[in-house]
């Protein structure tokens, strides 16, 4: 199923649609938590592809047995557009049916204040590292994010971030979760590479660099992957072959046809895609980016390159696939959704315990 599909039904998106199939954890003796999840990420049918870590983390939760309902808007950078949600938002914020409101990306923080149920918010990247130009250089608007993001962290109940990164953009008094995003090992195909490929229509000899990001996200920096892959071929032939616009199944299969993985982002969080490829047995040649070197480090045939040249990256590229043995061992235990669904829930009750219901509503 292509993840955007089970996301487009509504802008308001409730537990009942996945919860009442997905039971919950057998061992859970308290009240299941009601969280409103207010996010301007959502994937829709103009952007279906977009987060999909956010979708996975709702799913992930309800999984898990919490309640969860979803609010989603889309600023597009128009005051307008948030005041039309803050107040779309102030009629869900009701302690009667919500423990509390988890805000996801800076931008959705904006919006449950003044506040009648405690806030955990949380910040992926793009929002509280500021949005940038391909040459590092903050966008207009990018320093207001910054700041709004450190604003929300220092009145939130709750913050997460994905990587340590991130820290030194949070006040000095705020002590987040460092929760890095999850993958579903349950999904993670077991089908040989041979047999990926046959299925793919792939041909069994060509050396394939997997490109799974949108080629059209400046951020990306699909042009310097094409650069990186360009010189290689003066020395050993290889073809890029890009991922994006495919099912989140058929990407998985790919990262079993593949023989490598590129990640070549000016800015990340906590790249999915990385975790995934691990767990596919996949090497990974990236440049530094977000938590990538904590997830590949030590990781015996993935490569961290000491810089974002191309010349960096294609010998990098190069020594991985003369090698062309997958990865052995597992590497993504501490990752699984089930262990960091139940962080997260844990985080959520520690926030509760700490902020008494009647200050919240005073």
Known sequence: ????????????????????????????????????????EWPDEEFPYTSPFITDQVEFLRRAGVEVDVFAFRGRRNPLNYLKAWMQVRHRLDPSRYDLVHTSHGQAGLLPWPRRLPVVATFWGSDILGDRYPDGRMRPGGRFLQRACWLIALVADGVIIVSNAMRQHLPASVEPLLLPTAVDLDSVPTISPQAARRSLGLPKDERLVLFAGNPETIEKRYDLASAAVEILNE???????????????????????????????????????????????????????????????????????????????????????????????????????????????????????EVPRDVVNG
């Open 1 to 40: 199923m292509v993840r955007s599909q089970r996301v487009w039904a509504a802008r308001f998106v409730t537990s009942s649609e996945l919860h009442a199939s997905v039971p919950a954890h057998p061992e859970r003796t308290e009240r299941p938590l009601r969280i409103l999840y207010v996010t301007s």
């Open 235 to 353: 020395r050993l032939p290889a073809r890029l072959f890009l991922g994006w616009g495919r099912s989140h199944q058929e990407i998985l299969v790919l990262m079993r046809a593949c023989d490598v993985l590129l990640v070549s982002s000016l800015q990340e969080g906590s790249p999915t895609i990385v975790k995934e490829a691990l767990a596919c047995k996949l090497p990974v040649v990236s440049v530094p980016v977000g938590d990538v070197d904590e997830q590949i480090g030590g990781v015996e045939g993935c490569e961290l390159c000491g810089d974002d040249r191309p010349e960096t990256i294609a010998a990098a590229l190069e020594r991985v696939l003369r090698r062309r043995q997958r990865l052995t061992g597992n590497h993504v235990a501490h990752v699984d959704h089930k262990v960091l669904a139940d962080r997260l829930i844990a985080f959520y009750r520690s926030v509760l315990d």
